[in-house]
């Protein structure tokens, strides 16, 4: 019985949906890839080179050194599966503070809780016990400006993943490890053209660099969803009351490529275990040069998203986004709409998924919500 809450959540989160001849990537806790605020949501999972929110620790701590309020509170949550069952979702909390012009720091903590499972041990167990499997990613961040337009970050974020539970004949624990994230932060200052001004973003971030995550003592090691996020985006001022935002961004898993190891025609078991052989820090390096298919399919490991955002007053906020991955990686493709409201220090924001894939997305349909408080002095970053 102590498998049953791993399988449980392979089969709601894994990407176990490929075919035989796809090499989909799969890791541990990939929660930490769900988009855990409304505003990136309604953007398509947009965040590494958007402007700076409360939420940026997810997508970009280094963006905090630009935050143009002293702190910032954020608050989300994200209903999983709600078509099916109601007691799954994601929890998100943040908070920033700006150290002075040139740096600041934030904490935040993710919880994914899958509910309430009731284990029995035959079908007379009629009562069963009541168990309430969950992850967490608890983070740390630092960020400095190294110019007036540019600024880098370092993360750590302690993961637990508490999947398994004490049978009568053994113990069992949750899993736990550390990881870190290295992110940078691009801001130019803003441009007169001849219509309008602009200004220009960049980033990129290479998240959750860690070892493996192990839930049995001398058991199977499992790869953790290290990710090598970029992107860059313009912002349209059209005055001082109307910007448009537009954004795009590139995400690549640096975990390894199933194979077949042993040619025998499928990925069995015995490749399986080749493939978790591998250290997580070879994994990162390797994985750019790994995939069978070559340099096309190291290609189609890519996803790409295109996000916008229309900004009325700033108090206003209109999003739309798509997503797309290749079908031989998931098949993950959808469109997102989103919105926010600003009513003094308080926003609120809201996001909307429209699967475009034959693969049901477990976040279709689904609205997201989120709760930013935006508090203290102004910080002017020209």
Not at 71 to 92: C, F
Not at 343 to 368: C, G, H, M, W
């Amino acid at each position: 019985m102590r498998k049953i809450a791993i399988i449980f959540f392979l089969l709601i989160i894994g990407k176990n949906y490929a075919q035989n001849d796809q090499r989909v990537i799969t890791t541990a806790v990939p929660f930490l890839t769900i988009a855990a605020d409304a505003r990136s949501a309604g953007m398509a999972d947009i965040g590494v080179a958007t402007s700076t929110d409360a939420f940026s620790q997810q997508w970009n701590p280094a963006k905090f050194a630009f935050a143009e309020r002293k702190m910032g509170i954020g608050i989300s949550y994200t209903p999983y599966l709600e078509s099916i069952i109601t007691d799954i979702a994601l929890l998100n909390a943040s908070f920033y503070n700006k150290i002075d012009e040139q740096s600041a720091f934030a904490v935040s903590l993710r919880y994914f809780t899958l509910g309430e499972i009731v284990l029995r041990q035959s079908i007379d167990d009629t009562e069963g016990r009541v168990v309430k499997p969950n992850e967490l990613a608890l983070d740390g961040s630092y960020s400095l400006k190294l110019s007036p337009t540019f600024s880098m970050a370092v993360a750590g974020r302690f993961i637990r993943s508490n999947l398994k539970f004490q049978d009568s004949g053994a113990d069992s624990q949750a899993a736990s490890t550390f990881a870190v994230d290295v992110a940078g932060f691009y801001r130019s200052r803003e441009i007169a053209y001849n219509n309008f001004d602009g200004r220009w973003r960049a980033g990129f971030n290479l998240s959750n660099i860690g070892g493996k995550i192990q839930y049995d003592a001398g058991g199977q090691e499992n790869f953790l969803p290290s990710n090598l996020s970029f992107g860059g985006g313009f912002d349209f001022i059209l005055d001082q009351e109307n910007v448009v935002g537009i954004t795009t961004e590139f995400n690549k898993l640096l975990v390894p490529t199933p194979q077949d190891y042993d040619d025998d025609g499928d990925i069995d078991a015995e490749d399986n275990d080749i493939y978790q052989n591998e250290s997580g820090f070879s994994g990162i390096f390797n994985s750019f040069t790994d995939a069978p298919g070559g340099f096309s399919e190291e290609l189609k490991e890519f996803t790409w998203a295109l996000g916008a955002e229309y900004t009325y007053q700033d108090a206003f906020m209109v999003r739309t986004g798509y997503f797309n991955e290749s079908a031989e990686k998931g098949s993950r493709k959808f469109f997102t709409l989103g919105a926010g409201f600003k009513f003094k220090a308080a926003q609120i924001d809201l996001s909307y998924l429209f699967s475009t894939s034959q693969v049901r997305n477990p976040l279709e349909n689904t609205l997201r919500f989120s709760l930013t408080f935006n508090l203290g002095e102004e910080f002017y970053n020209d």
